[in-house]
């Protein structure tokens, strides 16, 4: 059972449309993490979000976190080819591991 | 810049031929960590150092085996690659287990 539940699996849109990712759970979390990876590349840390409610904008990007912290999402507004990646969403679970959602595939086109 | 780095970028063994890949950090990070990523799928960990102690994922094969000589360096072996063992392999660091993770750009591994 995943314990990080990301939808939508592929996403594929035009330069310039706007996309939200979702990362969902029944549990709870002290923070969340969303990275996004590249092909050929490490993910890389995008933001932490730690607070239930709490909103973080990284230029054309928006994250939140819900207010029961177990669900998060991800916005991105007029988006661009250089932000085409793998978005995954991570959490800490009981014990120190982090558990990563199945991932987002998303494809900007020009 | 403080940063993970991995060596080689790209490894091409034969089947059962032992293999060693590296990762270094320059962060003094405590925790360094190897993950397994196949393709689009998310990274599975397979182990991690926290200072010299070892820790070992329940169903990480017995192939896998790692080593950190020191803060900075850490090695994953794979003592007899399988098919089944081309992948991504993803180094990450941490402060500490409750900190975020930094991963490094990977090793892509490819058995013939």
């Known amino acids: 059972t995943q314990l990080l539940e990301q939808s939508p699996q592929f996403l594929s849109i035009q330069e310039g449309e706007n996309l939200t990712v979702y990362c969902n759970s029944s549990?709870?979390?002290?923070?969340l993490q969303w990275y996004r990876q590249e092909p050929g590349e490490g993910p890389v840390l995008l933001v932490t979000v730690v607070t239930g409610g709490e909103v973080k904008k990284l230029k054309r990007l928006t994250f939140q976190f819900g207010d029961a912290r177990k669900d998060s999402s991800l916005h991105i507004t007029a988006a661009q080819p250089g932000d085409t990646g793998l978005y995954l969403c991570?959490?800490?679970?009981?014990?120190?591991?982090?558990?990563f959602g199945a991932g987002t595939t998303v494809t900007v086109r020009a | 810049d403080a940063m993970v780095i991995q060596n080689p970028r790209y490894q091409v063994t034969q089947f059962g031929k032992p293999v060693t890949l590296s990762c270094s950090q320059t962060l003094n990070h405590n925790v360094m960590y190897w993950y397994q990523q196949k393709s689009s799928q998310a990274p599975k960990l397979l182990f991690h150092y926290y200072d010299k102690d070892f820790n070992n994922e329940a169903d990480t094969p017995d192939n896998f085996q790692s080593r950190r000589p020191n803060t900075s360096f850490c090695f994953l072996d794979i003592r007899s690659p399988g098919l089944g063992d081309a992948a991504m392999y993803l180094c990450?660091?941490?402060?500490?287990?409750?900190?975020?993770?930094?991963f490094g750009p990977g090793t892509r591994l490819t058995v013939t």
């Open positions: 990450a660091t941490s402060r500490d287990r409750v900190h975020e993770q930094y």
């Open positions: 549990s709870v979390f002290s923070s």
């Open positions: 991570a959490a800490r679970s009981n014990d120190y591991k982090l558990s």
